[in-house]
């Protein structure tokens, strides 16, 4: 029977693949589609798509948003490997925690200024200048994205390592 720390990691896993999955398989295709129609009007018809650069970044930073909590949950970021690797016992549950603490408190950080920018692109509705579309639904994405990481450091604090799966299942 799992215990509760497997379940809320298995859950917190399934979660950050289907985030990941949707940024893959919905979010990198329109945006190669966007690309692709603005290259053809721009290159040989010589028509460009106004909003396309605006879109395009807007597309790009919710690919990076949907990727990140699961590149985080399985590993896949930027860590001192060699030095990681050749740490064990005690010294590797103090790179775990130092490393938590540090992830835990940048996700806060983030939280909050996105909770608070989302707000002030709501009250003053702050917009791309070609498109039409309010910026305050992807700060609200990015405090989603920075809180789940909040709750998997704060999971990774209290769970030993080893009582946790590292690889999120696939779909």
């Avoid at 693949?17 to 129609?37: E, Q, Y």
């Avoid at 200024?113 to 910026?135: G, N, T």
Wanted: proline share 8%; charged share 10%.
């Amino acid at each position: 029977m799992p215990t509760p720390d497997k379940e809320a990691a298995s859950v917190s896993n399934r979660l950050a693949a289907a985030l990941h999955a949707i940024g893959t398989l919905v979010f990198i295709p329109a945006l190669m589609l966007l690309v692709g129609v603005d290259v053809v009007l721009r290159y040989f018809f010589d028509a460009p798509l106004s909003w396309s650069v605006d879109a395009g970044g807007l597309l790009l930073l919710t690919v990076f948003l949907c990727s990140l909590p699961s590149a985080t949950v399985t590993g896949h970021h930027v860590r001192m490997e060699l030095f990681y690797l050749r740490t064990t016992g005690l010294a590797r549950r103090i790179a775990d925690a130092v490393s938590a603490l540090g992830g835990l408190s940048l996700s806060l950080l983030l939280t909050y200024q996105s909770i608070v920018s989302a707000w002030e692109m709501y009250r003053f509705d702050e917009r791309p200048v070609y498109l039409d579309v309010p910026y305050w639904p992807f700060s609200v994405i990015m405090a989603a994205s920075a809180l789940f990481l909040c709750v998997h450091y704060l999971h990774q604090l209290v769970v030993p390592p080893s009582a946790v799966p590292t690889a999120p299942p696939a779909l």
